[in-house]
């Protein structure tokens, strides 16, 4: 496998693996991640294979991932050949409500202490982990700006926020001379599109890398989980999303999950692979996409994720996948179709235009 083909993120100077190692799994403290022993190998095994781009927040895991991961940096002497990434915004600390938000006092104390944990004193790109609903962005923005300007910060990113917050974000940054946003962090899959509708073409215009997180659906795309393996006790959830409201509703398989499902496994066997290297080929080779985050528990299965780097789908496999989880037409983005503009803005004729 080969993880040395870099892209650069967004307009940023970031130079990064097209897969980031993703480190939500390190640590045992959710009930479903992994011992350090299992952490370290993939770890290994990552950079390695020429992988540059690990991703973790300070919530995880309550900061063991964070923990494992400056460890482990650190033990390689690999801190400035790597892309570290982490994130701030959700709660650390129970009964102290500025342990958590977007606001100036968390970011300075999320920030020192994600430093801390990771051995560093500088992070290469850091994340809003999600949009607190109520912290001005001149706040956040202006803070994250002077953090960078002190050097502690290298390139910031958005995880989980609006595509018009984003998008105003970007215009603010511009008018005002804030650093700008350099890659958006979103759900991703052939089970969850709704980015393609504002986020993905937002993102293009305004010049931002775009990282799926969740590619397999926590698991459910690399075909392991059938109807009945995934029930538990009629709920339809998948055993590793136990507890876990926000995971838990995403994947529960509706009918429709279910056959695209169905259709990545048909991929798959058609073309002698697996239906994980199908699912994750389908997100690289999507327009605006710069990567993914990949969140491997055992070896073969970052191996197996790394293959789809060279999976290049038939056409004709791309299209049925496309079809298979197209997203419903709602308003008013049946206006925005090719048939559509075709017929009720170009007057029938045939008329080239650059693609959005
Ligand atoms: N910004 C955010 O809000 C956010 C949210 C979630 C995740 N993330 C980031 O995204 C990363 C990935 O998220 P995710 O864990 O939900 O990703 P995912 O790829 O959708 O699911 C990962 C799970 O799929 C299974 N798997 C992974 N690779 C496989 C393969 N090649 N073949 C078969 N099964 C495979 C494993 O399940 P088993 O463990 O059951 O084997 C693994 O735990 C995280 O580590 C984190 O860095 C960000």
């Given at each position: 496998m080969n993880l040395r083909d870099y892209l650069v993120l967004g307009r940023s100077g970031l130079r990064v693996s097209r897969l980031a190692l993703g480190t939500m799994t390190f640590g045992t403290e959710w009930g479903w991640g992994i011992d350090e022993a299992a952490a370290r190998s993939l770890f290994d095994r990552y950079v390695e294979c020429g992988g540059n781009f690990v991703d973790t927040a300070d919530v995880y895991t309550g900061g063991t991932s964070e923990t494992w991961v400056g460890k482990l940096v650190k033990e390689r002497r690999l801190r400035d050949k790597l892309v570290l990434a982490t994130k701030f915004s959700f709660n650390v600390e129970a009964g102290n409500p500025n342990a958590g938000g977007n606001g100036r006092k968390n970011l300075y104390r999320a920030l020192d202490a994600s430093l801390r944990r990771l051995g560093t004193d500088y992070v290469d790109l850091y994340w809003?982990?999600?949009?607190?609903?109520?912290?001005?962005i001149e706040e956040v923005a202006s803070t994250l700006t002077d953090l960078v300007r002190a050097g502690k910060v290298r390139a910031i990113g958005l995880s989980d926020v609006p595509a018009w917050y984003a998008a105003r974000w970007q215009t603010l940054a511009e008018r005002h001379g804030w650093e700008k946003i350099a890659a958006l962090q979103l759900e991703y899959s052939l089970v969850e599109r709704s980015i393609e509708r504002e986020h993905i073409p937002m993102a293009r215009e305004l010049g931002m890398g775009v990282l799926a997180w969740g590619p397999l659906a926590g698991g459910l795309l690399s075909g392991k989980y059938t109807r009945e393996t995934t029930e538990i006790a009629g709920s339809g959830r998948l055993d590793r999303m136990k507890g876990n409201p926000l995971v838990a509703a995403r994947t529960a398989p509706s009918e429709a999950r279910w056959q695209t499902v169905l259709a990545v496994k048909a991929v798959a066997e058609e073309l002698g692979c697996s239906a994980a290297e199908v699912a994750l080929a389908w997100i690289l080779g999507r327009p605006g996409t710069s990567g993914a985050l990949i969140g491997a528990t055992k070896i073969d299965q970052l191996d197996g994720s790394s293959r789809a780097l060279a999976l290049v789908l038939p056409e004709e496999a791309r299209r049925r996948l496309d079809e298979v989880s197209a997203l419903d037409v709602v308003h008013p983005y049946g206006h925005f179709r090719e048939t559509f503009q075709k017929s009720?803005?170009?007057?029938g004729d045939n008329v080239q235009r650059t693609a959005p």
């Open positions: 809003v982990h999600c949009w607190d609903m109520s912290t001005s009720m803005i170009d007057g």
